[in-house]
């Protein structure tokens, strides 16, 4: 008799391609394009969005080095995207896939509906959006999806409802953009209201 | 992220069911939505609600009321240090014409808001209830700086 909320990144460790719950500890690593690097020569140059990305150990440590998660980036305008720096491709009900995404992953017991869900960063607050660093996120499988700044918590990212289950499963796309030199710092919220 | 206990409902005719009832574990469907539906079809309505969470009870009278119960669940994840803190929080809201009352609980700490009907109040506790995640996290990121130094 348990509820659980999860965040999860889809990648191969060695074992094959799965969803993987990211522990406490474990890190979402935007790096620029190119092989991994989680030291100065892979950061992100400014005004310039992630190139690669990676889960890592509190170590730094590559966790996805059989295959890493899909690397979703902002394109030419708030509708598009690329994926591992391929063309351009517009948003729609199945692109980006949702194993391309992340994934908030609920499971029930006993069985309920989701009234709410939703997803945002934050800097100093709450309220407050990070400094130095604008990260866009879009609700996979929206009929028009949007890249959309989801900083601070006005501006969080709605991902919808569901009807009763005893699983449920929120999918989102995330890229970062820094607009200032230096390492960035900042906390993901998700929420998910169940009744 | 967090163990759940059930909720009692006490209802109009003097009856009491519980979550975990089994007339409320039918067709696959929301306990909580599943007695709201049993209400209507046998004109009943809850006139209170207990729920426990963690370290606090929470009972609230319908007072002629709609009332209603749930679950909010949330993770704040430090992303330079992936260091996360999950966060459960049972409410009851009872839906007034011109507004909604909220008791929400986190297990430790227990506080009211109002809103306007409709409008969620569980997503954002008071400054004076809500957990100090900044405090929390900062904590471990020293200890994980400290074992990194060793």
Redesign the interface.
Known sequence: ???????RAYYDAGAGAAWTA?E?????LFQKAGAFDAGATGAITVGEYNGGTHI????DAELCDTAHPANLAYSTDTTHYKKDGGVETLMDSTHPAATDCFNVH?TC?????I??A?VF?YGTS?AAAPSGVTVYAAKQGAASPAWTNIGG?AAALDLGTSA???THDKYFALCATPTSNG????????????? | MSDREPWVAHLSDGTTISEDDPALRVDNRSPWKTLCALCRKTDRTVTSLECIHGHRILTVEAKGAALATGLTYAEHRRLGTGLSVPLCYRWIVRECADHWQWHITDGISVWRMETTPGEPGYEEPPSIARPDVDKWLAQQEEEQSQEAGE
């Open positions: 008799m348990a509820n659980a909320l999860s965040l990211l406490t500890g474990q890190k979402i890592v150990d509190a170590s609920v017991d006993p069985t309920a509906e009234t709410a939703s960063v709450e918590s009763s289950a005893t390492s960035k710092t900042a906390t993901l919220k998700t929420s998910v209201t169940v009744v």
